[in-house]
């Protein structure tokens, strides 16, 4: 047994390793135990058993291991360190527990596995496990399986990835193993149930046999969507919702949307592995398919076949092969080889989906034009084929080539065609319908339904049926209106019949198809959704074309918004009327001459053609006084107009007749309801008189009127005709001025552009100048509103004149469209402008629309394609100049452009670049002509153009931008962003490509109101950018992110991060969130114009700065000879490019007199600017292995603003020379302009960086040279390094001390020598600490040696980020392989011990025996003694510390400057050695600072004078304090969120109503976050302790207080409500708080209720409403038991006190009925014993007798009910529960139930056996009084005594337990009221331990593992009970004494802490064995207060020392003896220090 107890002794950790396997089972139990035990996951404990958990499952002994696999469980559950051991544990798991016999092991392996799932870990594990399917055993692969099923079953398929266990699946069907197979069916099975007929592709190969039997077992799987039964820690709360649903009974409501998610996320053919195909084509694939002999050919389509048959294709350029394929469906004769040719495109089609999209616009018109063929098996291989496509792509795009067909001769054709239209109109949603898709498939399809051939009016029926029944009817039915009711009825049934595809949620078949919907079905529906299609799909070309347009919406705002929707009503309603109107027939002169009679008096008839003028002009004033009077109903306009007509009508001589008469033509038009036959009667006259100088104006009024009835469009079109079929010049330029006003007036909107530029064009040639100005002021007008295409119908006119027109339109530029002011109000009562401004919106497509496009097809040909293609660069070009100039001569063009797309995308990669930017102009020219049509070619073709960005040429980048924008201008961004192919572009990890494609994004997608769902997959992407190494790519992601998040919300966004990094997660996700601030909203359709505006911007302003990068990089970049050239091109282009370099400098010698000046220049802030510039990572951060390009041009671009040019030119010289020569002018330089080096340091350092990667030796010599000097300038001028400098300077510097010249490596260790006067040592350290980690040799060594120096010089305090960890750092380089490093580290090692004495072996912690050898050896050796150091450090250390501040003069004074140089960089400590390093700090004394602090200190000290320093000390002379030392993780425990959690809650009570609010609201933020809620566990007691204190506080003192404003007081308790709500909304939390406190707290609350001031404030009701709702959380959510309990308390307590209100006792009764109502529900989960003690000791205080005496009967109903409810709910069992009653026969609550369950049950038979036994236990209890007497004075005898003090009072708890009548006053008596206060504290401590209360988790810093014992529950013990040895509590008394010390380190006053206080804190009289909170209180209170001075003296009162030897806590009389002496001397030096 000896042997045993050897290893007994041993720590846990070290018995886990024990050989012994005894020891090692023993260690796992206790790791076991201590495990379940920690309560804090982030204990430090954990991190001590990270390596072993490995070791715990892969134990040799097998009982070990099964004890270790428990153990191993209990780590992984509960600490947060377990995810860093996922993988060892896990492969140690498969491999040596999965084989062993015992099924417990295999059991607990797989509930680890299942545990790390569950803590995140899951894809680790499930690569474990997998790895384990291939191994050898059996056994281990059929537990692999198992576990995979069972993490599935439980996970579900979104946790476990399916993809990889799918692929394994088929090899493990193929076992030889029964048992395999068995295990992988049932895993089938279960994946079966996850993603259903998705599995079945991938096991199609499988054994038939075992196929059958799994279709069998799968028949049975229940068709119920599947759940996840087991979450994730970070799914909480989906877990709570699911155990809600069960609760609920099973499935509740809650399982649609999960199945909503589950079931459509897995495809099949996502899970398919992708095959390469190009490949494995055969090699003469491309011969054989153009041979003569068929057979040949089908060969080779076999082949293809084949290959194409792969479910899923990797992607890559498939273009020669389908153009090989259409060439054989549209030529080949042979039938049977077209139909294998249809089949091959559509296996092509479905294997590669969305990817085969851009080749679908190229087969789509061969394929329909080949259904000419009549035979089956073709017709249907065609069908396939282009359904197949379909799904690739989407309608818009091909609906060019499909409407074209749509033409065809041939019916078959036509059949065929409308039937795939209606195949395909099922795959559409009305999104992805829109009218302007409907409106031109509508009208080909109603040409078919008329057709002659019935196949193809069928045909026309069910496609115009499914539109119908896709697009709903209110769609379609306005392009219906022609059609006679047969057929619309046909229509109508078709449309019945139809089944739609994405209407069905499931069904494999129609899977496949539903996914290219699901990606754009919409959220709009119905009228509202077709409305706003319309208007998007309106949008994007004219909102780019017609700039003008859009600024015109804010004006119109006047009216309400409302009238969006209304749009189209109101476009109708015009033509409404306008249709009435036109049918007013025209009525003969007879009947106008009746009407007119009627109307008019006779005398104005009459005189109307009189021949006197002025009989005439009477006339006119009488007509016009009629008309002025008449009513619109009455007015017969057509009659009045006619009499104005009539002789001399028009031609009219006296003007001021023909004014009239027009005036009144203008007034029958306003006032009437005036048609268009009226108008016409009156148009000519007045065209004829628009150009008379007298009554033109009246003219033109009347023609606007008559504009304002009969609208604008007729009325001018009518107008302009007239006015140019007549000679009159002035009538023609007058028409025109007045149609340019009315177009101003009535807005654009419905006007046949075509029609006026005939007109227009006339005018152009017009002789008379006037009618040319008119027409192209005209044009100017139309020009506002058409924009730039208005000028490509003039293109052909001569020169002078198209350069007034551009003149014209110059001085339009920037003008915005006037809102229109007429028109509007007429006729269209519903529509608002949002009518007018959708038409006008569609203008500029209108007019793109009218113009005649050219066909180009034929002049692309096969010849010009080869040129295009040719090998020879100059060909090429000949070839692309052809194209050119084929489009500049088409000017517009029709979508049918044959090959030349193929053969331009090649050219984009073209070696050539010049080549590659005439492609890029040819794009956007291309883009141009072609219009909106160039959308079919987005995929092929402007996806190429975006991976041109990526190009390292700068101008290359620019063209592409250009090019991207034009096509976008064109398309709009939907075409873009569908699709993978944005994503995949985004994807590589090209900078250039990044910053551009993400600048271009930012850009468009503010303007864009809706995007496709496919820009989701960019976001992985754009969150790897935010990370990118280059700055510009991460800068501009984050700039991108905004407008991501705007259109894809910011959940998405966030879910997209999972998949992320943790650490990148929680970067991105603060990204996330400053983006959320920033995301501006989706754009309204006016306000586009101005986002685009504000975003146009952007690009100038970026190509300015790239101009400028280009100019300054321009000379590197001619270096670089073509590599694509031949070596002759190369050779000369390299001399050129030298000649080329020295042009450049002549300049600068010549003027040689230049180089006066300074050579740095100073730019104030420049570098401040800099070092935001960076921190905001605008530029790339100055941190590489070895200097990229851009990090030069970069440093170039920096300095060009701040070193003088020619000085610039020789520093970036590629000559090394040069650099010598500019490092000579630097050190000239270097004295006479020290301002200008260190304005410019930063840059200069990081040109010195650069430097060291030079290869030169001489320029690395001089370099050094400089930085010697430069550092010395730098100390004499006081200067400290920037982070930013030093970072980006000293590890470059340190990569130097590796070289391995000697004289090279001395220099550099002499500049970091140097380095330390300007730049903090501490942080030296940790760069030289970094350098000590390079591969080089050398360099580790000297990097070590450096250390030591450093140590040496400045003592410890250097050492970063602690001493230990620094130290054990060093330490691993004992063992180095090299010798050098070896010895450095030892060296270093001595120097520390000789600084700092035998610490030394503690903190560097465990070493090998080897190496501890090697040291101690060393040591040995070393001559140094310990003894010396002090000394030193002493005389040294005064200078280190010192404020920067007082920099200068503080050093200059004393023998400082002759000091070696050694000891010169003490200085540099100053204030630069922030704490921040090291967290803990904060919370350390450091008794070195302060003792060589010779600085001053912010915290002034007096009071620290006045102390006699062994009052201090007093506390600690307690007999024998036999304590614990504080544990050693003292300062972690101080700097974790515990002491945050406790200082904050100690504000709670604070006096100060604002610290409480502020307290308050930060812990109701933790309530609130469920991730952060947690920390407040443990605390709860606490947080309501502090509470209710502060509800005290505010009954008691500020209600009283007249100064205080009430409201501050509302606002208190409104906080103190809501944060006490959020807490019991968490049950976990509410179930910590405890009896007493529950208690207290139901008392304040109660008496809050009660408090009639509160009624008296202003929200006063409303305070109490919240009170009675906290109440009842509190009833329901806290422990039952608890509360339950409280409650009895404090209703004893009430009826107990005089001064108690009724109404108190009243609401605590009440709250106890609310407690029975809720009995039923919670019987379970109280434990009963402790309620009926509760009740017994009630009825003990009230017996019967004295409860009837109360006022009211409340309390007697109240216990009997409460009781009566007990029994109904237990039954007899109830009496089996009065175990905690000591002697219940007494109590009067046995004899109750009794009768309660008599009563209930009529249970005779047992009374009398009752009785009997009640009287023999009465005798008993009488012979045993006597002995009473004795047994009490022997044990307070005990507890007098000062060793069995404790054993005393255990004895007295039990016996009080047992006796609970036991009188123990008498002995109580003559004792003093210490002494009884101490017996009654022990006695309550002992109680909550009993009940296991004793976690109240301290916030004073005890070890964990002593957290369990230490209760520090009352304010103070009797001296006597410290003594306890093994650590089980730390009296009060000891934080009081510590409370003393610190108060009075403060300066504060501590007489009055003295006993008087504390004994009257004490003198509260016995409750009978209820704890009440307020004793936990006092001891918190003191706790309370310690961790408040701790925070508001941080600089002083920090607990511990690192550096001092002593290493225990100052702050507490814990300390030894023998350091007190220590301590006092210190103190002492710090006094005299002071003054």
Known sequence: MGDDSEWMKLPIDQKCEHKLWKARLNGYEEALKLFQKIDDEKSPEWSKYLGLVKKFVTDSNAVAQLKGLEAALAYVENAHVAGKTTGEVASGVVNKVFNQPKARAKELGVDICLMYIEIEKGEAVQEELLKGLDNKNPKIIVACIETLRKALSEFGSKIISLKPIIKVLPKLFESREKAVRDEAKLLAVEIYRWIRDALRPPLQNINSVQLKELEEEWVKVSSAAPKQTRFLRSQQELKAKFEQQQAAGGDGDGGDDDEEEAVPQVDAYELLEAVEILSKLPKDFYEKIEAKKWQERKEALEAVELLVKNPKLESGDYADLVKVLKKVVGKDTNVMLVALAAKCLAGLASGLRKKFGQYAGHVVPTILEKFKEKKPQVVQALQEAIDAIFLTTTLQNISEDVLAVMDNKNPTIKQQTSLFIARSFRHCTPSTLPKSLLKPFCAALLKHINDSAPEVRDAGFEALGTALKVAGEKAVNPFLADVDKLKLDRIKECAEKVELVYGKKTGAAEKKESKPVAGKTPTLSGSAGDKELKDTAAKPGPQKKAPAVKPGGPPKKGKPAAAAGSGGAGAKGKKGPETKEIAESELSIEVCEEKAAAVLPASCIQQLDSGNWKERLASMEEFQKAVELMERSEMPCQALVRMLAKKPGWKETNFQVMQMKLHIVALIAQKGNFSK?????????????????????????????????????????????????????????????????????????????????????????????????????????????????????????????????????????????????????????????DGEEEEQEDVGNDVVDLLPRTDIGDKITAELVAKIGDKNWKIRKEGLDEVTSIINDAKFIQPNIGELPAALKSRLNDSNKILVQQTLSILQQLATAMGPNIKQHVKNLGIPVITVLGDSKNNVRAAALATVNAWAEQTGMKEWLEGEDLSEELKKENPFLRQELLGWLADKLPTLRSVPSDLLLCVPHLYSCLEDRNGDVRKKAQDALPFFMMHLGFEKMAKATGKLKPTSKDQVLAMLEKAKANMPAKPAPPAKASSRAGGGAAPAKFQHASALAEDSGSNVAESKPDPKKAKVGGASSKTKGVQGKKVLNKPALKEDDDKSGPIFIIVPNGKEQRMKDEKGLKVLKWNFTTPRDEYIEQLKTQMSSCVAKWLQDEMFHADFQHHNKALAVMIEHLESEKDGVISCLDLILKWLTLRFFDTNTSVLMKTLEYLKLLFNMLSQEEYHLTENEASSFIPYLIIKVGEPKDVIRKDVRAILNRMCLIYPASKMFTFIMEGTKSKNSKQRAECLEELGCLVESYGMN???????????????????????????????????????????????????????????????????????????????????????????????????????????????????????????????????????????????????????????????????????????????????????????????????????????????????????????????????????????????????????????????????????????????????????????????????????????????????????????????????????????????????????????????????????????????????????????????????????????????????????????????????????????????????????????????????????????????????????????????????????????????????????????????????????????????????????????????????????????????????????????????????ERLKI??????????????????????????????????????????????????????????????????????????????????????????????
């Open 1358 to 1936: 250097v050492c970063q980020p602690t001493p230990g960890k620094a130290l054990k750092e060093m330490a691993t380089h004992i063992g180095d392989r090299d010798n050098t490093v070896r010895n450095a580290a030892l060296n270093t090692i001595v120097t520390v011990y000789n600084v700092h004495g035998d610490q030394v072996f503690k903190l560097i912690g465990n070493l090998s025996e080897k190496d501890m050898s090697m040291l101690e050896e060393r040591i040995k050796r070393s001559a140094k003694r310990p003894s010396a150091a002090p000394v030193r450090q002493a005389e040294e250390k005064p200078q280190r510390i010192q404020n920067i501040s007082a920099n200068a003069s503080m050093l200059r004074k004393g023998p400082a400057e002759d000091m070696s140089s050694k000891l010169n960089q003490n200085r540099s400590m100053g204030s630069h050695s922030e704490t921040a390093h090291t967290v803990p700090r904060e919370f350390q004394l450091d008794l070195d600072e302060i003792e060589n602090d010779n600085g001053t200190v912010k915290c002034e000290m007096p009071a620290l004078v006045q102390h006699k320093l062994d009052d201090i000390f007093e506390p600690v002379l307690i007999p024998e304090p036999k304590i614990r030392a504080v544990s050693p993780h003292f300062d972690d425990m101080h700097s974790n969120t515990a002491s945050t959690i406790n200082f904050v809650i100690s504000q709670v009570a604070s006096g100060d109503i604002n610290t409480s609010i502020q307290a308050l609201s930060q812990i109701d933020e933790v309530f609130r976050q469920e991730d952060k809620a947690e920390a407040m566990s443990g605390h709860i007691d606490q947080f309501l302790i502090a509470t209710f204190m502060q509800l005290r506080l505010i009954y008691n003192t500020h209600m009283a207080d007249e100064k205080l404003d009430k409201d501050e007081i509302v606002k208190l308790y409104s906080c103190i409500i809501g944060s006490m709500i959020s807490l019991f909304q968490i049950e976990s939390l509410a179930r910590e708080a405890s009896t007493g406190v529950l208690k207290d707290l139901m008392h304040g609350l109660i008496t809050l209720m009660l408090d009639s001031r509160v009624e008296d404030l202003e929200e006063g009701e409303q305070v109490i409403r919240s009170v009675n709702l906290l109440v009842v959380k509190v009833l329901e959510k806290s422990d039952q038991t608890n509360i339950l309990s409280a409650l009895l308390v404090l209703l004893q307590d009430s009826l107990l006190a005089t001064a108690s209100s009724p109404k108190f006792s009243e609401l605590v009764m009440k709250c106890l009925w609310r407690m029975v109502r809720l009995l039923p529900e919670t019987i379970n989960s109280i434990n009963l014993d402790r309620i009926l003690l509760d009740i017994h000791i009630f009825m003990k205080v009230f017996p019967k007798e004295k409860l009837k005496q109360c006022k009211s009967e409340f309390p007697i109903r109240t216990l009997k009910t409460l009781l009566h409810t007990l029994c109904k709910l237990k039954g007899p069992k109830i009496l089996d529960h009065l175990t905690m009653i000591e002697n219940k026969n007494e109590s009067e609550l046995e004899a109750h139930l009794c009768r309660v369950m008599k009563h209930s049950m009529d249970q005779t038979g047992s009374k009398a056996d009752k009785d009997t036994e009640k009287g023999a236990s009465r005798i008993e209890e009488k012979a045993s009084k006597a002995k009473v007497n004795d047994i009490l004075a022997e044990i307070f005898k005990k507890i007098g005594s000062k060793e069995n003090t404790k054993e005393g009072l255990a004895e007295l708890y039990e016996y009080k337990k047992k006796y609970s009548d036991a009188d123990i006053e008498p002995f109580l008596k003559n004792s003093s009221q210490f002494f009884q206060s101490y017996v009654e504290r022990g006695l309550r401590l002992i109680e909550t331990e009993r009940e296991g209360k004793g976690r109240i988790a301290s916030s004073t810093g005890i070890s964990p593992q002593m957290e369990g014992t230490c209760v520090p529950v009352s304010t103070h013990t009797v001296p006597s009970s410290i003594g306890n040895t093994n650590g089980e509590e730390v009296g009060p008394s000891v934080y009081l």
């Open 1942 to 2035: 610190l108060r009075q380190r403060c300066g504060l006053d501590n007489a009055k802490e003295d006993r008087p206080p504390l004994t009257s804190l004490l003198s509260k009289p016995a409750v009978p064995a209820v704890a009440s909170s307020t004793d936990m209180l006092h001891s918190k209170l003191s706790q309370l207060r310690e961790s408040r001075e701790q925070y508001q003296h941080l600089d002083l009162d920090s607990n511990q020392t690192h550096s001092s030897g002593i290493g225990t806590t100052t702050a507490s009389p814990s300390s030894a003896a023998a350091n007190i002496d220590d301590l006092k001397k210190r103190l002492e030096r710090i006094k005299s220090s002071r003054k």
């Open 677 to 833: 036959t009226s108008a016409q009667v009156v148009l000519d006259g007045l065209v004829d008189k628009v150009g008379d100088v007298k009554c033109g104006n009246n003219a033109k009024e009347a023609m606007t009127a008559i504009a304002e009835a009969c609208q604008l469009p007729w009325t001018a079109e009518q107008v302009v005709a007239m006015a140019f079929s007549q000679k009159n010049p002035k009538n023609q330029s007058e028409t025109l001025n007045w149609l340019s006003n009315a177009i101003k007036e009535f807005g654009f909107s419905g006007l046949n552009v075509k029609a006026f530029i005939s007109n227009v064009k006339t005018a152009l040639a017009a002789t008379n100048p006037a009618v040319r100005t008119s027409a192209i002021t005209l044009l100017g007008v139309m020009y506002l509103y058409v924009g730039p295409p208005l000028r490509m119908f003039f293109e052909d006119e001569k020169p002078a004149l198209l350069s007034q027109i551009d003149a014209e339109f110059e001085k339009m530029q920037g003008q915005t469209a006037p809102a229109p002011t007429r028109g509007i109000s007429r006729h269209s009562g519903g529509s608002g402008d």
